[in-house]
């Protein structure tokens, strides 16, 4: 016998309140049973169940421990196929296998492979829905020959194509239509831009899918617009008759199923119809009459999103929105389902189409059908990369005849009730090829085959099964040989978990031997000595384990797909994945199937808006020039239309992030980002690069010598200037010193001016003598 390693710490196995096989095996997939008679004489009943290893080496023989354990058998393995068109067509294979059954263990976990392949060259069958209300007037007339130009184009991508047109307004009731009697025949009746047109109706199939192309030309040539009053359509109306209606349309099994919706407005939804008085649900079923008409449309109200959704997604069609306005938001809650502009006059019909095509077979997504309540799944995808990506069923930018690994495990998380058996189905979105799951659930003991009623083992009041005994009402015992009522001293301690603990842990009361749980209100009281519950584990918003575990003995055991204390923490990552296929684009991470963003000034769902990161502008640059000049790198590989999503607009925000690079040709690139309040990421940028063109020499040389010498006439000027006013200066302050020396001259009464007196005397002595004497 294999058991898995057993868990660490609390051996929830022997403290468990399994008191036979079937319970044991259900408290944990690591729990085995030993049958064998003799085994555990005198130990608790619930010494049987343990781990495989420790009942081995307790004396239990390996041939009588019941450890049953999760398998899984190929019923149906064909092939993948390689081309989807041909003498095998209808042989063609993209997913295997095709069936398998899984025996399960609840609790225990086990996984199987599977690989999906978009063949080459697949029929393709294309419905083109038209909204034939007043305002597609232009569109109708740009679509008259729409069949041969598409039949052109798709040729090229299979070699087996059909084409098929119906067309919808609206329900004519009021308040959604004109009613009066002079609209009757003639909805445009006064109405002085268009004064005639078709009465309003709700949905019409005018061509079911041919392979005739000058058919859908020569209908559409027809057709004529009618009017509606209110803006809103009545198109999930038509796309719910279109895909429903499999034999009116034409879908065949074996081929692409792609709806195209063209409409300028946004359609009705459920409950709108109960403005007009119609209170009752859509069936979801086909009501084409003799004149392939919606006969319901004034019988029934819209339909809602979630039977949209399944319907499409059952009948294997892909549904593509070509809109005029960026108001399909809902569409991410309908798999398979892609939205892409359309010009006001449906110009660009063609390519949107083709586009959408190749964005169809670049993915895979598997979906599940069926899925039992019991059962839980996980996936991890493979992709090209060869990168197992756990939590993900998708696959995307691929190439036709990529083929793409799938691994899902698979567990059990109950029994069903007796003799039940589930079943379910993995399916790619919008493929017709399918994985077929049986499942048994392996929920009962061989030996529980073998049991003994009024056993003498059992004292005759019980039955043995599987090494022990059931009593009747009224008997109790390892051996049903007490009566209810007996008590005695002797008994009460081995009804003690230790020396001094209270009987029974103080929630039941010991009788023959063993410990009598009281019930509880909140829940179920158990174990040797009634010292555990299922009621007292952690919750999270007042819901025990979250919804997402078991309580066992005060700890939450998680369902696959989450862990924590409180089985909170769901480790599922798709939600996390950003549309460049990085985990939380590079900027936190994925903590409980959430991102936590860890680069300052990132936020988003996926932490993808960071107007303040150092790569923002490295990050959108690759999408300016593929959406402006279909160059870089994301231009190669077709990916641009699904990573850039942005909004590219020409009036600048002035809270938004300027940024340049340098292109190719080494012009200077400009744009800002910015995230708007709406949510939106909003790119401004130039519709060209700024370029210059080469400096000329000799006037860089010139203007250089012409600034230096600008420069010292300048100085030199200044200098003059400054010495010019120093000098002035100086001099002033001379003028002043000379005025005050005048003035001290004038005014002083002790000043007198000097005599001089000059003779002149030829006889030097006489000179002498008269100099000798003085002068007086």
């Given at each position: ?270 409950l709108d119809g109960r403005l007009g008085g119609l209170v009752q649900p859509h069936d979801g079923r086909c009501h084409l009459d003799n004149q392939n008409e919606y006969s319901g449309s004034t019988k ?105 690994s799938f691994n899902v495990s698979v567990e059990a998380r109950s029994c069903p009730p007796r003799g039940a058996d589930r079943s379910f189905t993995i399916k790619p979105v919008g493929f017709k090829d ?320 000097p005599v001089s007196t000059h003779f002149v005397e030829t006889d030097f002595n006489a000179y002498g003598k008269s100099f000798n004497g003085g002068v007086h």
């Amino acid at each position: 016998v294999c058991d898995p390693v057993s868990p660490p710490g609390l051996n929830m196995c022997m403290s468990g309140s399994a008191t036979s096989c079937e319970e044991c095996l259900l408290i944990h997939p690591s729990c085995a049973w030993c049958a064998q008679e003799e085994f555990g004489r005198g130990r608790s009943l619930t010494s049987r169940c343990d781990f495989s290893q420790n009942l081995q080496k307790r004396g239990c023989d390996a041939r009588l421990i019941e450890f049953p354990t999760s398998s899984i058998s190929v019923l149906q393995n064909m092939p993948l196929s390689s081309k989807g068109s041909g003498s095998t067509q209808y042989d063609v294979v993209q997913i295997m296998p095709q069936k398998i059954s899984v025996s399960l263990r609840p609790g225990d976990q086990t996984w199987f492979g599977l690989q999906v392949r978009q063949v080459e060259d697949y029929p393709v069958d294309l419905y083109y829905l038209m909204d034939l209300s007043l305002s597609m007037k232009d569109d109708l007339d740009t679509i008259r020959n729409l069949g041969t130009k598409l039949a052109l184009e798709m040729g090229k991508l299979t070699s087996n194509f059909r084409l098929g047109f119906g067309s919808f307004v609206d329900k004519n009731m009021s308040p959604f239509s004109y009613t009066a009697p002079k609209y009757q025949e003639n909805p445009c009746n006064g109405y002085k831009l268009f004064p005639n047109c078709v009465p309003t109706f709700g949905f019409r199939n005018i061509l079911s899918l041919t392979d005739k192309v000058d058919r859908f030309n020569e209908e559409v040539q027809k057709q004529m617009v009618s009017r509606n009053r209110d803006a809103p359509e009545g198109g999930f109306d038509a796309i719910l008759q279109a895909a429903v209606c499999k034999e009116e349309i034409g879908w065949r099994k074996e081929a692409y199923h792609l709806l195209v919706f063209a409409t300028d407005d946004v359609p009705h939804l459920a409950l709108d119809g109960r403005l007009g008085g119609l209170v009752q649900p859509h069936d979801g079923r086909c009501h084409l009459d003799n004149q392939n008409e919606y006969s319901g449309s004034t019988k029934m109200d819209y339909p809602s999103l979630a039977l949209l959704g399944e319907k499409l997604a059952e009948n294997n069609i892909f549904l593509i929105f070509a809109v005029t306005k960026r108001l399909y938001n809902f569409t991410a809650l309908i798999p398979g389902t892609t939205v892409e502009i359309l010009d006001q006059d449906s110009k660009n019909v063609i390519q949107l189409i083709i586009a959408a095509y190749n964005n169809i077979r670049s993915k895979v997504e598997l979906s599940v059908w069926d899925h039992p309540e019991d059962i839980g799944l996980s996936f991890t995808a493979t992709c090209q990369d060869g990168k197992p990506l756990p939590g993900l069923r998708k696959c995307a930018d691929l190439k036709i005849g990529d083929t793409v690994s799938f691994n899902v495990s698979v567990e059990a998380r109950s029994c069903p009730p007796r003799g039940a058996d589930r079943s379910f189905t993995i399916k790619p979105v919008g493929f017709k090829d399918r994985l077929e799951v049986t499942v048994d659930y392996r929920c009962d003991c061989g030996c529980s085959r073998k049991a003994q009623t009024n056993s003498s083992i059992c004292s005759a009041t019980g039955t043995y099964n599987c090494g022990t005994c059931h009593c009747e009402p009224g008997y109790l015992g390892a051996r049903c040989e007490c009566q209810e009522g007996e008590a005695s001293s002797v008994y009460l301690s081995a009804c003690r978990e230790a020396e001094g603990k209270q009987i029974c842990s103080g929630r039941g009361e010991c009788s023959c031997n063993q410990c009598l749980c009281y019930e509880s209100e909140f829940g179920k009281i158990y174990g040797g000595y009634c010292e555990c519950d299922d009621f007292t584990c952690a919750r999270h918003k007042g819901i025990l384990c979250s919804g997402h575990g078991e309580c066992h003995c005060g700890e939450c055991k998680c369902h696959a797909g989450y862990v924590g204390d409180n089985c909170n923490c769901s480790t599922e990552t798709s939600a996390c994945v950003a549309d460049d296929g990085q985990m939380c684009s590079g900027r936190g991470g994925c903590v409980c199937g959430r991102c936590l963003c860890t680069e300052p000034g990132a936020f988003g769902d996926t932490c993808e808006k960071c107007p303040t990161c150092p790569d923002a502008c490295g990050t959108k640059r690759e999408c300016i020039e593929c959406r402006l000049f279909n160059s870089g790198r994301l231009a190669d590989n077709q990916t641009c239309q699904r990573l850039c999503k942005d909004e590219i607009i020409t009036v600048e925000d002035p809270g938004s992030v300027l940024c340049l690079y340098k292109t190719d040709t080494d012009c200077v690139m400009k744009f800002t980002y910015s995230e708007h309040a709406s949510g939106r990421s909003v790119l401004t940028a130039l519709k060209e690069p700024e370029c210059g063109g080469g400096p000329d020499a000799p006037m860089v040389l010139l203007a250089v010598v012409g600034s230096i010498l600008l420069v010292g006439v300048v100085l030199l000027a200044v200098w003059k200037l400054a010495i010019t006013v120093h000098d002035r200066r100086e001099f002033a302050r001379f003028q002043s010193a000379r005025s005050r020396a005048r003035y001290e001259m004038a005014s002083n009464p002790l000043y007198k001016q000097p005599v001089s007196t000059h003779f002149v005397e030829t006889d030097f002595n006489a000179y002498g003598k008269s100099f000798n004497g003085g002068v007086h």
